[in-house]
């Protein structure tokens, strides 16, 4: 498949997914929207696939929806748009596969949300993020209300959503936005060797963690064990298990199949 607004590049078992509207900031508009739908969709159908990388290209991560295009809307129309984003992070959010943010720069707004909809946030030096839509006379839309509170606690999601402010990677770390910060040239290295190292790990058994810990999430302690109980057994079905425990126990490597 082509994409106009964005790249899509598979090295070996991991995906790419570059927003490339670098001019406005990789602002996402309803172009961008649609041509990421289409690549998760890809993504979800490639079983060769261990882990989506999600980035943007030059200065910016995402500079937030595009406020021109948003400015023109009416209100059915700006609840579809908003329909569309929500819909399209909830696929990113519940691939099956781990999908990493590498937040190169601005992450506001859509942006933020975005990288929120992902597993893991790795951020350079030079990232922001933040949820300016107060500021705009609109409240976050693509889902920030709900994931911000879940990733940082209340307190800082309304500090963040009520006043706007923006902070720079260092608080969003300290903050648990994000999971490492590191310099804008180490970037991409440090993003590579993190979905390596996922990739080399039993897939089926992350697959089964990455559903137990979002379906676990949503519901109480007890529900949660019982996902955990049933896709731990699960992990006894697979040839990977066997790979995985004799491996250890004769001191060599383990090369998974995905079985
Ligand atoms: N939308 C459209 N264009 C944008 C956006 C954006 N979000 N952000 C930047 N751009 C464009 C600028 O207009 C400019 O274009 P041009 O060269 O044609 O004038 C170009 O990108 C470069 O931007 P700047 O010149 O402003 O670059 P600076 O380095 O001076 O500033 C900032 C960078 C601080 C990131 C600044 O551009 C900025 O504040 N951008 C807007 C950030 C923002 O408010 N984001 C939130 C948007 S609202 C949102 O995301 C809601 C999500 C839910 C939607 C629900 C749908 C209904």
Redesign the pocket.
Known sequence: MTYETIKYEINESIAKITINRP???N??NSDVLNDLDKAIEEVKDNSDLRVLIITGEG??FV????????SE?NPIQ??D??KK?ISVFRKIETLPIPVIAQVNG?A????C?LAMACDIRIASDKA?FGQ??V??G?M???G?SQRLQRLVGQGWAKYLIYSAE?IKADKALEIGLVQDVVEVDQLEQRVNQLANSIASKAPIAVKLSKEAINTGGQVDIDSGLRIEENNFGLTFSTEDMKTGTKAFINKEKAEFQNK
């Open positions: 001019d406005a900031l602002a996402l200065r910016s500079a937030g929806a595009d406020i021109k295009e948003m809307l700006a609840r748009f908003g984003g601005f506001l707004g859509g942006g949300e922001l300016p839509e500021g705009l609109i976050p839309g693509f920030g923006n």
